[in-house]
């Protein structure tokens, strides 16, 4: 019996101890399961997150070379201006008659004046070789020289010397110069012929004979200096420039200015490789490239060692024509700068990945709540790393949305995508204004149409263009000048034009105000020709006509024909005295001049006829007291009358005339400004409003000279004369 109770007690006991070794094999299973699967999902994660992090890396650094290469773009597009304003310069000063026929008397003067507004440009010396007899007429900081010419010129010389040349504009090579006490400077000519092609009182006809060559001697590396010595990428960053032939022209370790740029770096660290450098240097910025790269260098900003950079460069065209003369200019900067900003977020996903793992090999069964510990963690990685990437992209914006110029891009279609602030401003609209429309909302047609057809060729060959084009705000018309270069997206494709503008209307203004000059100038020596010619036959017809008079019977009818040839001819005399104070030189009389009083002297000559034309005087806002200025007070009553009278003509039937004298610049100068309520000067008008004998008045109402004696009044007593108006005309 107790056997049998034995046997029933093992068999009852047999399924508890079968499930035991069932859930003991599981568990075994599990385990193996997890030691094997857990870390390889492990590997997995940590394989995905190195590969997130080494992309966040790859994107914010060509992020920042892609800005440091718009920053060379914008510094290449300054540069160019920059000598493109020179050849101007000098294309006008060969213009000169002075030049031309190399008049002593105001050669050395003019040469003078146009070096006072190019020195601040780098330009050390103005010459021009005469070819007759090879001298030498120069102006610099020493002042006006004449010599003979130096060996160097004669060669510039040959070149200028065949038709062919004529109006081309010559860029040398840039050659080192041991120029002033021992001081080297890197020395770059431009070049022009001269022809006598223009006339003045003495060449009254043009010869087109071959005068000489005019030629700037310019300083590179000071006038590259003022662009690129403000340029910053980063921290640390900066710019450099190099010639045609690979020496440097400007950089912020001044013994490499003036070195070949493959030997300088070789000579300060020779135990380094700059290989890379080289070749981009020798492949790319040589042949007129654009792009960005990195290389080794073994220092930075004093710091040396062996480090990695990042590069960004864009080629500068010194001739439209000769596309080979190139220079480049590249911005730099460690690529440790951008690695920082991302190492300590890297290094602590990294520890916590780690730590990750020791905890899933020590807590085995926690193996779930560890993964959703660093499941949370990593998104809070992610998060700070997109904040980071947030404050990059702040900094960036912040870097365009104050600089002082237009800054925007633009799609295929001609749509605007962004604008900065600065654009917005000038312009007068607002960022809902602008962003998504079309330009033609809100530019010119005309000025669409250049900046459209530009940035077509930019979207087509990826070339940067430059657009000169005007705009009107408020009724004033402003000049810009517009680099558009196209940005690439990840397969090299340009997907949007930035445009960086910038305004030169003062430029635009300046260079109208010399060539209106030279037109006075011009005119004058014709209006004297004419006046004489016509003044003597006109004394004889007045004389005449005064003898016929006394001698005629008194037969009315006669007597009214003779009386209305006496008025003509009268009519035609006022025409020549005019002609004649329009081109005579007269000694001015120099004294202290209230200029108030002088006004009111004015209003009471015209005072008649402003009461007949019904105008009233409502608002007379002149300045007590006034500074005193020097001048010819005759002179001055010529100018406020003729203003007061043209001013009377455009208010038919009545209207108001405001007169504000105020002093400006702290007392140095007066302004007085005269407006009227009148139907202000029509669009195709307003650039001819001071030559001389352009009137819009009827014939016998005006001769055309009122406003250009009184412009040339008012630049012989050392001032400007402007004007401001608005129509009803869209």
């Given at each position: 019996m107790d056997i049998v109770k034995d046997i029933k007690g093992f068999?009852?006991?047999?399924?508890?101890?079968?499930?035991?070794?069932?859930?003991?094999?599981?568990?075994?299973?599990?385990?193996?399961?997890?030691?094997?699967?857990?870390?390889?999902?492990?590997?997995?994660?940590?394989?995905?997150?190195?590969?997130?992090?080494?992309?966040?890396?790859?994107?914010?650094?060509?992020?920042?070379?892609?800005?440091?290469?718009?920053?060379?773009?914008?510094?290449?597009?300054?540069?160019?201006?920059?000598?493109?304003?020179?050849?101007?310069?000098?294309?006008?000063l060969s213009l000169s008659p002075s030049i031309q026929y190399a008049e002593a008397v105001s050669l050395g003067k003019r040469m003078e004046i146009a070096f006072s507004r190019v020195k601040d440009e780098g330009v050390l010396e103005i010459r021009f070789i005469e070819y007759r007899n090879m001298k030498m007429y120069s102006v610099g900081n020493d002042g006006y020289r004449v010599m003979q010419s130096p060996h160097e010129d004669k060669e510039y010389m040959k070149w200028a010397l065949p038709k062919k040349n004529q109006g081309n504009i010559l860029m040398t090579d840039v050659v080192p110069l041991e120029y002033k006490n021992g001081l080297r400077k890197l020395i770059v000519r431009m070049v022009i012929p001269v022809w006598q092609v223009s006339v003045d009182e003495a060449h009254?006809?043009?010869?087109?004979?071959?005068?000489?060559?005019?030629?700037?001697?310019?300083?590179?590396?000071?006038?590259?200096?003022?662009?690129?010595?403000?340029?910053?990428?980063?921290?640390?960053?900066?710019?450099?420039?190099?010639?045609?032939?690979?020496?440097?022209?400007?950089h912020p370790e001044k013994e490499f200015i003036g070195k070949n740029a493959f030997e300088a770096r070789k000579e300060k660290k020779p135990t380094i490789s700059f290989a890379r450098i080289n070749e981009i240097q020798k492949e790319m910025m040589l042949k007129g490239r654009e792009g960005k790269s990195w290389y080794i260098s073994g220092w930075h900003k004093g710091v040396e060692k062996e480090m990695k950079k990042l590069i960004a460069y864009a080629p500068i065209h010194l001739s439209d024509k000769d596309r080979d003369l190139i220079w480049s200019v590249a911005v730099v900067a460690p690529i440790s700068e951008v690695e920082g900003a991302i190492h300590d977020i890297q290094i602590r996903q990294f520890l916590m990945e780690g730590i990750v793992i020791l905890s899933i090999l020590f807590g085995g069964l926690l193996i779930i709540s560890m993964m959703l510990r660093w499941s949370s963690s990593l998104e809070k990685e992610v998060a700070e790393k997109t904040g980071e990437l947030k404050r990059r992209e702040y900094q960036y914006r912040s870097l365009v949305e104050h600089a002082d110029d237009i800054i925007f891009t633009i799609s295929p279609d001609g749509f605007v995508l962004n604008m900065n602030d600065y654009g917005c401003n000038f312009l007068k609209k607002t960022q809902e204004d602008i962003l998504d429309k079309h330009l033609s909302y809100i530019l010119p047609q005309e000025t669409v149409e250049l900046i459209l057809k530009a940035s077509g060729n930019v979207f087509r060959s990826n070339t940067s263009e430059q657009v000169t084009c005007s705009v009107t705000i408020d009724g004033k018309?402003?000049?810009?000048?517009?680099?558009?270069?196209?940005?690439?997206?990840?397969?090299g494709n340009v997907y949007k034009v930035l445009g960086i503008g910038r305004d030169i209307t003062e430029r635009i203004l300046l260079q109208e105000q010399m060539l209106h000059t030279e037109k006075l100038a011009s005119m004058g020596t014709l209006a004297a020709g004419?006046?004489?010619?016509?003044?003597?036959?006109?004394?004889?017809?007045?004389?005449?006509?005064?003898?016929?008079?006394?001698?005629?019977?008194?037969?009315?009818?006669?007597?009214?024909?003779?009386?209305?040839?006496?008025?003509?001819?009268?009519?035609?005399?006022?025409?020549?005295?005019?002609?004649?104070?329009?081109?005579?030189?007269?000694?001015?009389?120099?004294?202290?001049?209230?200029?108030?009083?002088?006004?009111?002297?004015?209003?009471?000559?015209?005072?008649?006829?402003?009461?007949?034309?019904?105008?009233?005087?409502?608002?007379?806002?002149?300045?007590?007291?006034?500074?005193?200025?020097?001048?010819d007070p005759d002179e001055l009553h010529q100018v406020f009358l003729n203003i007061i009278n043209n001013a009377v003509h455009v208010m038919k039937g009545g209207g108001v005339l405001t007169i504000i004298t105020r002093d400006v610049n702290d007392g140095r100068d007066v302004e007085i400004r005269i407006e009227d309520t009148g139907c202000g000067i029509p669009r195709q008008y307003r650039s001819r409003i001071f030559d001389p004998l352009f009137t819009t008045k009827e014939v016998g109402e005006g001769t055309g000279l009122g406003l250009s004696v009184s412009y040339g009044i008012v630049k012989k007593h050392g001032g400007t004369i402007t004007f401001e108006t608005k129509t009803k005309e869209v």
């Open positions: 068999l009852s006991g047999l399924p508890g101890i079968v499930t035991g070794l069932f859930l003991n094999l599981r568990l075994r299973r599990i385990k193996k399961i997890v030691l094997f699967t857990i870390p390889f999902l492990l590997g997995i994660i940590l394989l995905l997150g190195w590969m997130s992090a080494r992309k966040v890396r790859e994107v914010v650094i060509e992020d920042f070379n892609q800005q440091q290469l718009v920053l060379a773009r914008h510094a290449a597009s300054q540069i160019e201006n920059s000598l493109d304003s020179l050849k101007r310069e000098l294309s006008l009254p006809l043009p010869t087109n004979k071959f005068s000489g060559a005019l030629i700037f001697v310019i300083d590179a590396t000071s006038l590259l200096d003022k662009i690129t010595k403000g340029i910053k990428s980063g921290k640390t960053g900066y710019a450099w420039v190099m010639d045609n032939r690979g020496g440097f022209l400007y018309v402003f000049w810009l000048s517009i680099n558009l270069s196209g940005l690439l997206d990840e397969w004419v006046a004489h010619e016509i003044n003597n036959p006109l004394a004889v017809i007045l004389g005449f006509t005064d003898l016929l008079l006394e001698k005629a019977p008194k037969d009315p009818e006669i007597i009214d024909m003779l009386k209305s040839i006496e008025n003509q001819g009268f009519k035609a005399k006022r025409v020549v005295e005019n002609l004649l104070s329009f081109a005579r030189a007269e000694e001015q009389k120099r004294i202290d001049v209230d200029i108030n009083k002088n006004i009111e002297e004015v209003l009471t000559v015209a005072g008649n006829n402003l009461l007949l034309n019904k105008i009233a005087i409502n608002k007379m806002e002149l300045e007590y007291p006034l500074p005193k200025v020097k001048g």
